[in-house]
């Protein structure tokens, strides 16, 4: 039985090795191309930069001077942080009022949003950039909101399979101590759902970071996001500066990966809390 055991336990490193390569290979590429010249990608795009092709940090230099990659990094980090905070402190809430307070009323919110996970954002983007215009929500702050909207269904399906594994009697003990319910979530609930709450953040901080079409739709090309900003990497007739968009993709992906593998750990004690005490 030992024996046979090993034997899996080898076959399944071998395959899991072998589709951790092939899922890092595109972000490998990408990376040894940001230091090739232009006419080399093309020619040789999975081949290590040599004397002749290294360009050393040129499609950095140029990449960054010509979409504005400064600006769009700061704007892409401003919304995200701002919508990933809305979206957690939002969400949590609603998740500990839809769990504690058992109702008709919240029985159906809590199934709103989880069929709002399954609604297809192409279906209503047309009609939500009309009623953003409609509302003035075509800026920073309404794209924040409109995150919020986007990313409550997920939130709260996963806020809400750990709320119930929270004890009613710690919160109960709060509230003999004097606490009322804002008190009570702040200084009780939310602590406590930290684990689940750094799940939530990175799921919804790949997503927004990486997001480009709610931001073009909304924001349009004033206030270039990461991803929109790297378009402007396109020329007419088709033609592609491939160094400097190489370069940009590295500088667009890797705060999303420092911030993935410094957080990753939660990620696996979040989902597992809240799938075991829901």
Not at 73 to 97: D, E, R
Not at 116 to 137: D, E, G, R
Not at 240 to 263: T, W
Request: charged share 10%; glycine share 8%.
């Amino acid at each position: 039985m030992g024996v046979r055991k090993a034997k899996y336990g080898w076959l399944l490193t071998i395959i899991f090795s072998v589709l951790s390569i092939l899922f890092l290979a595109p972000i490998l590429i990408v990376f040894m191309n940001s230091f090739k010249g232009r006419l080399f990608i093309s020619q040789a795009p999975f081949a290590l930069p040599t004397a002749e092709t290294f360009s050393g940090l040129t499609n950095y230099v140029e990449g960054i001077a010509k979409t504005g990659f400064v600006s769009a990094f700061f704007q892409s980090l401003t919304i995200t942080i701002c919508s990933v905070a809305v979206i957690i402190i939002f969400t949590s809430m609603t998740a500990w009022y839809i769990i504690r307070v058992k109702s008709t009323f919240t029985n159906a919110l809590y199934y709103l949003f989880v069929f709002a996970m399954i609604v297809p954002f192409q279906m209503v983007m047309f009609t939500m950039s009309k009623i953003a215009n409609m509302l003035h929500l075509n800026n920073t702050p309404g794209l924040v909101f409109i995150y919020l909207g986007f990313g409550a269904g997920l939130a709260v399906f996963i806020f809400s399979g750990f709320v119930k594994g929270i004890p009613l009697e710690i919160e109960e003990a709060a509230m003999i101590d004097g606490c009322n319910p804002v008190q009570t979530y702040f200084g009780i609930v939310l602590p406590i759902l930290k684990p689940t709450a750094i799940t939530v953040a990175i799921l919804q901080t790949m997503w927004i970071w990486n997001d480009y079409l709610l931001p073009y739709l909304i924001l349009g090309t004033e206030k270039k996001t990461i991803p929109i900003a790297v378009q402007y990497l396109r020329g007419g007739y088709g033609s592609i500066d491939m160094g400097a968009m190489m370069a940009m993709l590295v500088l667009a992906i890797l705060p999303i990966i420092v911030f993935y593998l410094a957080c990753q750990k939660y990620i696996i004690e979040g989902v597992v809390a809240g799938a075991v005490k829901g």
